[in-house]
């Protein structure tokens, strides 16, 4: 039976919850342990590890052991999905790299598969790096990807499938042109120059891929093109180049309908009235700048420049890295894939034995405001849902904490709607906060009263509540819109000393007059807590690593600490099952 806590409990909630910054002192960049260093990602300090199964998650992706980073090449053909992956085949630390293969017929369970390309050849022998796969007229596929060569610099390679009719196309053959690019050329350089994009084709009729680069100290979306795929040449202008930031690791490049959740082949003819995105990793998360594609000119022109790119529009503000799409042409959706890094120490890598993971597949489309991506868990994810809890109508006053029970709280698929009983208490919104909003979440915690919130979800919560973490929202008024604050707080998360444990947060505009309730799903499995808000408007990855998990039951509530009441018309939650996650080779 669901258990409704009043705010007596809630003040014991409080009293245990110090928001203090200690959690995010212990913050470190953390560097990948490798024989090439590559890329900074946060992570713990070493410390002393705490190995447990218990961490591993049951339904995202990840091989049975080692390390994994980017998402690499997805791809439909033929009826089957097809997942490479940065993947060192000899251990938990970032190293040695080639291309795992992965194969499903449904995104959710995978059969694992050989690597596809593996440390061969002088054009990649340090290094299968990241890169993409694009379906050829008449149903070829083909891979270009960078490798790391014999002098260490980073050149672009093409692999083709030995055998096409082949369903899961388990061999890839490399032609004897490679490297097919060179970083030669004006103002490159070669230690900053991969991850080329899906193919697209241009007005003229040629192939055109667009490659990450560092282009006089900025960053670049340099272009190339080519007849046959194979010959390239690079294009005296780069598809999109920016001073605000340097290198621009794995550009995106895709079209958008605003307002369709149908995704748009790149190579097909564009319908009027799309728009197209450029994505770019940098700072350790994945930003997007909304355009269009100016044929004339053969360059991206985005619809606002901002110059702080602190600004920029993020895929995700939590956990989330090197994400790649592709257009899903069974379902006609375009899905994106995002790259999870574990944040314990590099130590307890090394003694799990296994370290990353991908996020769920996720649809990703324009909204009708032309502005914002929304992003929403492939639907072939709830085929994995088993006991189901439903509550309809409750209503939570300030201090209220809703227990969700009769679930598996440590995997789990959570949906909750909150409808507002007034926003006479919203606060003003302060553009400044756009500018550090982690900051934000710090300040505005689950336990600090608001207006109108923070309401929201507390997960993997301890008994007594020591541990925890919180997915709330809040609520501004900005001139004539509203914007909601939504923050995955994990300073509370685990017990364990030195972890890094942010407070992710974002904004998004909302329009509370047509849309009367503000939604929040998230995804548990076990170290992993996924959320979306909005309805996709924002989502945040994150990854935790409560003791609780280990020692015994975790507990799940919906509360609201704002003055304002606070109505659930709607609150339903599912046990997750095990997905069958590459645990047979094909
Ligand atoms: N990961 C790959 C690079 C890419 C980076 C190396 C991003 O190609 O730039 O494993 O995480």
Redesign the pocket.
């Known amino acids: 039976m669901a258990l409704m806590l009043r705010p007596w409990a809630f003040l014991l909630f409080l009293a245990l919850v110090s928001y203090d910054e200690s959690g995010l002192q212990s913050t470190r960049n953390g560097v990948a342990q490798a024989t090439q260093r590559?890329?900074l990602y946060p992570q713990s300090p070493k410390v002393s590890s705490i190995v447990s199964t218990k961490y591993r998650t049951a339904y995202h992706f990840q091989p049975p052991k080692n390390w994994i980073?980017?998402p690499n090449g997805p791809m439909y053909h033929n009826g089957i999905y097809h997942q490479f992956y940065?993947y060192n085949p000899n251990g938990s630390l970032?190293g040695n790299?080639v291309w795992g293969h992965s194969v499903s017929t449904d995104l959710i369970n995978w059969i694992r598969l050989e690597p596809a390309i593996e440390r061969t050849t002088p054009s990649d022998i340090n290094?299968c790096?990241?890169g993409s796969a694009t379906i050829l007229k008449g149903g070829r596929p083909a891979i270009i990807y960078?490798g790391a060569d014999t002098e260490k610099r980073q050149v672009q390679n093409i692999v083709f499938p030995k055998n096409v009719s082949d369903p899961y196309l388990r061999e890839w053959i490399k032609p004897d042109n490679n490297p097919l690019i060179q970083p030669v050329g004006q103002g490159l350089n070669s230690d900053q120059f991969?991850?080329p994009t899906t193919g697209w084709i241009g007005p003229d009729g040629l192939w055109r891929i667009a490659v990450?680069a560092d282009l006089n100290g900025y960053s670049a979306a340099l272009l190339y093109k080519s007849e046959d795929f194979v010959n390239w040449t690079r294009v005296d202008h780069p598809l999109y180049s920016s001073n605000a930031s340097t290198m621009w690791?794995?550009p995106d490049f895709f079209a958008v309908l605003p307002g369709k959740n149908s995704g748009l082949d790149l190579s097909a003819a564009i319908p009027n009235g799309a728009k197209h995105v450029l994505k770019m990793?940098l700072d350790n998360c994945d930003k997007y700048m909304v355009g269009v594609y100016d044929l004339k000119s053969d360059t991206f022109v985005p619809d606002t420049v901002l110059d702080d790119r602190r600004l920029w529009s993020r895929i995700d503000y939590g956990n989330y890295?090197?994400s790649k799409s592709f257009f899903d042409s069974k379902r006609g959706r375009r899905i994106i894939w995002g790259?999870t890094n574990e944040t314990d120490s590099s130590s307890d890598d090394v003694a799990k034995g296994w370290a990353g993971i991908h996020a769920i597949p996720r649809t990703i489309w324009l909204d009708s405001n032309s502005k914002q991506l929304l992003q929403w868990p492939v639907e072939e994810i709830e085929s994995l849902r088993r006991e189901e809890v439903s509550h309809q109508g409750l209503e939570l006053n300030q201090g209220d904490l809703f227990e969700i029970k009769g679930i598996d709280t440590l995997q789990a698929d959570v949906e909750i709607n909150f409808e507002l009983t007034s926003t006479d208490s919203a606060v003003p919104f302060d553009p400044s906060w756009l500018l550090d909003i982690e900051k934000h979440c710090r300040e505005a915690g689950a336990s600090v009263h608001g207006g109108v919130g923070p309401f929201g979800l507390v997960v993997l919560a301890s008994e007594n509540m020591e541990e925890h973490t919180s997915v709330h929202f809040r609520v501004y008024k900005s001139q004539e819109k509203y914007m909601i604050l939504m923050c995955s707080d994990l300073r509370k998360s685990s017990l364990r000393p030195e972890l890094y444990t942010p407070a992710y947060g974002g904004f998004f505009e909302f329009d509370l007059e047509k849309e009367k309730t503000i939604s929040l799903r998230t995804l548990i499995d076990r170290s992993a807590v996924e959320s979306f808000g909005g309805g996709g408007r924002l989502c945040i990855m994150a990854r935790v690593y409560p003791v609780t998990l280990i020692n015994g039951g975790t507990r799940m509530y919906a509360f609201n600490n704002g003055t304002s009441t606070v109505k659930v018309p709607q609150l339903k939650a599912w046990s997750m099952r095990r997905a069958q996650v590459n645990v047979r080779m094909g």
């Open positions: 590559v890329f980073n980017d940065q970032w790299i290094g790096w990241t960078t991969r991850d990450g690791e794995c990793s890295y090197a790259w």
